[in-house]
Nanobody, 115 residues
Framework: QVQLVESGGGLVQAGGSLRLSCAAS????????MAWYRQAPGKQRELVAE???????NYADSVKGRFTISRDNAKNTVYLQMNSLKPEDTAVYYC?????????WGQGTQVTVSS
């Protein structure tokens, strides 16, 4: 069983930055999509950003120009650089890695942005 270990969440003031990391506990099939989702209280989980093994990226409109997703295939790790954070970015952020043969989720890391 592969575990996804997230880190980097915390409390930050509006306008600040955080960098989230998510590492797989062991080597995984490398042709996959790595993504970050988030869920705010009372809302559905939503896609924030995703990146394919080829490096193609996709972002939610609400984070375009502020967030950057990247990956290190050798380390089985995905990152989310979050800049110009807003109070509405407050949520639990979840890492997801999926391919044709698996679909793994992290346990989530809290991001809180104060105004």
């Amino acid at each position: 069983q592969v575990q996804l270990v997230e880190s980097g969440g915390g409390l930050v003031q509006a306008g600040g930055s955080l960098r989230l990391s998510c590492a797989a506990s062991r080597s995984i099939f490398s042709i996959n999509v790595m993504a970050w989702y988030r869920q705010a209280p009372g809302k559905q989980r939503e896609l924030v950003a995703e990146i394919t093994s080829g490096g193609s990226t996709n972002y939610a409109d609400s984070v375009k120009g502020r967030f950057t997703i990247s990956r290190d295939n050798a380390k089985n790790t995905v990152y989310l650089q979050m800049n110009s954070l807003k109070p509405e970015d407050t949520a639990v952020y979840y890492c997801n890695v999926k391919s044709i043969i698996y679909d793994y989720w992290g346990q989530g890391t809290q991001v809180t942005v104060s105004s």
